[in-house]
């Protein structure tokens, strides 16, 4: 094993242990302080844990596998942890990585990897969403790679060794080809629709009875702008919050439905809802969220639970978002940067010393200059933050320029918003059974393993 | 009320619950902006003298919002050591957050007085300064915020508060209440407040069914007062007049023996060890020397098991629940998942354990307050009274309202009955009301 350019070279390496042709190949963070000292990976107080507590869970054995590290010794920083947002420990994970465990993955065919914790999965695979895609199997360039929390995590914070004793158990499923994998198999039928064929689909709908699933997308200023419903899995359609006539015919809907509606986060459609002048039966309401609260053990977000339970992908409000939203944000503070602003009053500050010196703020006109300027050099600078910084400014710059526009959906091209807002509406029909079933089983199965 | 995990009861209590958070959620609270902007002056003042007080005592001056430079006082210059050896996230310097200074409050005078500065600097950053910002000019000129509730982000089932947190104002200080003077209603309206007298001691002793907890609740009688004849070896002078039960001398209001008696109970309700109930015990010297010490703190819980033996076995039922299942759950049902019982070292099942700590009666507590609130719902809806009567806040176990000034009584009798009569325990229920005109000034 030989050290990569940017190695610190102030510990030891620490080679990979186990079973060389072991069908299973663990690559946990970095070394540690007992690993340093023993030479081996996973010999401190994780690898107990690792021994004793996890690998049973999977039905593995410490000598039947494999354990490398995606650095390869212990890194120079405090408490020996690298931090995955800094550059600097982004760039020494990359090199060390490349030049030690991935290279040796190459020589390696047909096992299943599992990397654990964050460093590792970005030293594998940087697209891995850990905290989505964790103890879920995925096929990438390396073969096929299951990515899990990191077994310390569980010893730092107990909470967490919920998840991660799910992960092994998952593990030990695959392994024994026993672990069910949602798939997605329907398709995507989602549509606007409008007054006429609200109307026509109200006349013709004959079973109030099963479950209507609804979720509502608003604007920056938090007016509504549109509302989704789901009556069959693998459909979606949205009304327009404006299309009045739509939604006096949605709230008919309402008010004959006698099955369940399905929303996701009701505390905060409610509300929406409530501004579209829509009234929703109260006790027909189910909220999904608090339904995968009340469960414990699964992440609360929908599309978290959607790609988790059902295997629906589904896109980030973020993502959806950000690239229409930026353009419109960059030529506002380029258009902002050509006023004249006033310089900023001058304050007095005390010194440790006790003495008091003056203190120049900087003007609104350098601050946007010097973000406009940067961003032109790293166009990944996120001009959302910069604006959240200048909060103290916005009123100002506001009274100047007009309305920030910010990230809103009003920016997004109508086409994707109908994906966006139908799909939600989609899982949610499709996440209650789910959650339902494993509602039942708490009762039946006193396990902390209830399957989707 | 059933004996293993229900999820199915416990939406339906939470669900029971939804129609007057939402309504809250709507409703908002109001706020006299002018009364934040002359705490923010004040705020300010008072933050400018502790730093010529941390001058006084140490002959520097520290700005005292820089991590760096209090850090540099404490630790080199003062020669202060760390409770628990903790550098910040960078590495570069000691921590100087509150928990790491809290650990260290009783070895130095200054020590208090940044921890003073911190919880100005927070009032003024969390509530003083963005409550004005957030707050929404209503139809009829007044100003309004809209705290966002959430269901889901306590396991115990307490409501969480964000934007701004209302539910984490400091309870008993002067400064927190200062904060809460702000909240004001219209003229001819009052804020009245219901809370639930201590509720979590109360399903502790129902759950445990210690003998001597359920006699002292049976009885009328105050908690805190009997454990502090108990640990501060007092005579026993109690006596029951038509006022209720007194307790000579167990002062109740100064630092007498009845605020650090109360500080015992809770941190063992909570299962907090001693180290953590010195942390919240008083900063109090005597001839240079700290009152309360790691010893006697803990002298004090071993005092409170002896008292209260139930408590300790019943901890012992919810230990074993949770060692056998990897979750426990409490008197409604709801579930809290501890699988780091599962670990091969002892010291991570210890603090798995410890967080079953009160979960039972938290829950249980909750489970009360939630079903109080949607038979006050339905009340106030039947009763056609919503344009007279807003509930405004969940409390943990207090109910905020505002209400005209004509019904506020009846409001305070019929939430209290609500809350004596909503779950059928083995110690009654009590509970007790006040009104005011701004939030601050209520006096329960």
């Known amino acids: 094993m030989d050290r990569c350019t940017l190695c610190p070279a102030k510990h030891n390496l620490v080679p990979p242990s186990g079973l060389e042709d072991s069908r299973v190949l663990f690559i946990g963070e970095a070394p540690g302080k007992d690993e340093d000292r023993l030479g081996q990976p996973f010999v401190g107080k994780t690898g107990e844990e690792v021994n004793r507590h996890y690998l049973p869970l999977a039905g593995l054995r410490r000598e039947s596998v494999r354990f490398d590290n995606a650095i390869g010794c212990l890194p120079d920083r405090p408490q020996g942890r690298l931090d995955i947002h800094r550059d600097t420990d982004k760039s020494l994970l990359l090199s060390c990585s490349s030049h030690g465990c991935l290279e040796r993955l190459g020589e390696t065919n047909g096992r299943v990897i599992v990397p654990m914790g964050v460093l590792a999965c970005y030293a594998l695979d940087p697209d891995i969403n850990l905290e989505l895609q964790h103890g879920i199997p995925l096929e990438t360039s390396w073969g096929t790679v299951f990515p899990m929390y990191h077994p310390a995590g569980g010893l730092h914070e107990p909470k967490k060794m919920l998840m991660i004793r799910n992960d092994w158990v998952r593990l030990g499923k695959y392994l024994k080809g026993k672990l069910k994998l949602p798939v997605d198999t329907l398709g995507t039928d989602y549509q606007e629709i409008g007054a006429d064929d609200l109307l026509t689909d109200y006349l013709e709908c004959n079973d109030y009875t099963r479950p209507l699933a609804c979720d509502t997308e608003v604007t920056r200023k938090r007016e509504p702008f549109c509302l989704s419903y789901s009556m069959h899995p693998g459909t979606g359609r949205l009304i327009r919050a404006e299309d009045k006539d739509a939604i006096e015919i949605f709230q008919c809907l309402l008010n004959r439905w006698e099955g369940p509606i399905l929303l996701h986060n009701w505390l905060f459609d409610s509300q929406v809802v409530e501004k579209m002048g829509l009234v929703f039966p109260h006790k027909r309401i189910i909220d999904t969220m608090v339904r995968a609260y009340h469960l414990g053990n699964l992440p609360q977000g929908l599309k978290a639970l959607a790609y988790r339970l059902l295997g629906m992908q589904m896109q980030d409000f973020d993502d959806l978002v950000t690239p229409y939203s930026t353009p419109l944000c960059l030529s506002y503070l380029r258009e902002a940067v050509n006023h004249e602003w006033p310089k900023p009053e001058e304050q007095t500050v005390r010194d440790p010393e006790g003495n008091w010196k003056l203190y120049k703020p900087q003007s609104m006109g350098t601050k946007l200059k010097r973000f406009l300027t940067e961003y032109q050099k790293h166009n990944d600078k996120d001009v959302f933050q910069a604006w959240d910084n200048w909060e103290d400014d916005h009123k100002q710059i506001e009274m100047v320029c007009g309305e920030w526009p910010g990230k809103s959906i009003q920016h997004v091209p109508m086409d994707k918003v109908i994906t966006y807002a139908c799909r939600d509406a989609d899982s949610t029909l499709r996440l209650w059974p789910v959650l339902q079933g494993m509602t039942r089983q708490v009762r039946h199965r006193l396990s902390e393993h209830w399957d989707g | ?444």
């Open chain 2, 1 to 444: 009320m059933g004996s293993g995990p229900s999820i199915k009861n416990v939406q339906k209590i939470d669900s029971m619950a939804t129609p007057m958070i939402l309504s809250m959620a709507k409703t908002g609270l109001q706020i006299d902006v002018d009364h934040f902007t002359r705490l923010e002056k004040s705020l300010i003042e008072d933050m400018d003298k502790l730093t010529e007080q941390v001058h006084t005592l140490t002959g520097h001056y520290v700005n005292l919002a820089s991590g760096d430079q209090v850090s540099d006082l404490l630790f080199k210059r003062l020669g202060l050591k760390q409770a628990r050896y903790k550098l910040t996230q960078s590495g570069d310097r000691e921590s100087v957050e509150d928990e790491v200074l809290t650990a260290i409050q009783h070895d130095h005078p200054v020590v208090p007085l940044v921890l003073d500065h911190k919880e100005l600097s927070k009032l003024l950053g969390t509530y003083v300064r963005p409550i004005p910002k957030l707050a929404v000019r209503t139809k009829l000129g007044t100003w309004r915020v809209f705290p966002q509730l959430s269901g889901t982000r306590v396991p115990s089932g307490r409501y969480a508060c964000k934007a701004p947190n209302l539910l984490a104002i400091p309870a008993r200080t002067d400064r927190g209440n200062e904060v809460r003077k702000g909240f004001i209603t219209d003229d001819g309206w009052v804020m009245v407040t219901v809370d639930e007298s201590q509720i979590e001691m109360r399903v502790a002793a129902h759950s445990s069914e210690d003998p001597t907890l359920i006699s002292i609740y049976t009885n009328g009688e105050d908690i805190y007062s009997d454990f502090a004849i108990f640990a501060f070896k007092l005579p026993d002078k109690r006596y029951k007049d038509e006022k209720g039960w007194h307790y000579p001398g167990v002062d109740r209001q100064g630092k007498g023996p009845h605020y650090p008696a109360k500080t015992c109970v809770l941190a063992c309700i909570y299962d907090v060890s001693a180290k953590g109930l010195l942390e919240q015990m008083p900063a109090i010297f005597e001839n240079g020397r700290p009152v309360w010490t790691e010893d006697k703190c803990q002298d004090f819980i071993n005092g409170f098991y002896i008292k209260y033996p139930g408590i300790i076995k019943d901890r012992r039922r919810y230990h074993k629940m949770a060692r056998q299942f990897g979750f426990c759950w409490d008197m409604w049902g709801r579930i809290l998942h501890v699988a780091a019982v599962r670990s091969v070292h002892s010291w991570v099942v210890g603090a798995a354990l410890r967080e079953v700590g009160n979960f039972p009666y938290q829950g249980g507590a909750n489970g009360t307050f939630k079903l109080t609130m949607g038979a006050m719902w339905d009340d106030i809806e039947q009763s056609n009274m919503l344009d007279v009567v807003h509930p405004l806040l969940p409390v943990h176990d207090e109910l905020l309202f505002e209400a005209r000034e004509d019904v506020a009584d009846e409001l305070i009798e019929a939430v209290k009955y609500r809350f004596e009569t909503c779950a059928p325990l083995r110690v009654p229920l009590v509970a007790s009301g006040a009104k005011a005109q701004s939030w601050g000034d209520l006096q329960k």
